[in-house]
């Protein structure tokens, strides 16, 4: 059973006063309809033009948007909604989506619902995660030349090179000049302070 729900919808233009017929989006799933979500991405998505004056413009339409890879789930309201109509509209995509997904496929973050002003802010949101998304790999990239380790190994040689920063003089073979004689005195007095494991 699809998750995405798009529906015909009989819209007036404010231009021109003409009634004319779009599709508009109000359930989007990312898996499903990868074309609709970089259009919501770019912020084009549910946005309609008038076949007689060529007028264009949002629909001005509810949507909920549903990524099970991310597990997020997103509501924007249609502009101008009452407070009980923007609750009423939610409950219902929110209703449609978890029964188009299989009982034993459900998750707990289904529940947990992010609210946008309207589609653009969607748009935003989702932008904003592939930018946090895209800052974090090039930070794994770096690290795993340095690992020669294989991917099954990567979780705990991961995080070898952090423990190497915090004490390079305990890393002889990466730094074999740095390590200072073992009598020197500050070299104590740096590790007895480090020894001591209190805030003052």
Request: charged share 20%.
């Amino acid at each position: 059973m699809p998750i995405s729900y798009s529906e015909q919808s009989q819209l007036t233009c404010p231009n021109c006063g003409a009634d004319f017929e779009a599709t508009i989006w109000l359930l989007l799933d990312a898996g499903e309809e990868p074309q609709a979500t970089e259009e919501l991405r770019a912020g084009r998505l549910n946005t309609v033009t008038c076949p007689h004056c060529g007028n264009s413009g949002p629909a001005g339409a509810p949507l909920l948007f549903h990524d099970a890879a991310t597990r997020q789930v997103i509501f924007a309201a249609a502009p101008g909604s009452a407070e009980h109509e923007l609750r009423e509209q939610a409950r219902e995509l929110h209703s449609l989506l978890v029964g188009s997904i299989p009982e034993e496929q459900r998750r707990a973050y289904l529940a947990d619902v992010q609210i946008a002003q309207d589609v653009e802010g969607i748009a935003h949101l989702l932008r904003k995660h592939a930018r946090r998304f895209a800052d974090r790999r090039p930070e794994t990239a770096d690290r795993r030349p340095e690992t020669g380790n294989s991917s099954s190994q990567s979780a705990v040689s991961s995080s070898q090179p952090a423990k190497q920063e915090a004490k390079p003089d305990e890393s002889p073979v990466a730094h074999p000049q740095s390590q200072p004689a073992a009598e020197s005195p500050l070299l104590e007095a740096v590790q007895a302070l480090l020894a001591v494991d209190s805030p003052a």
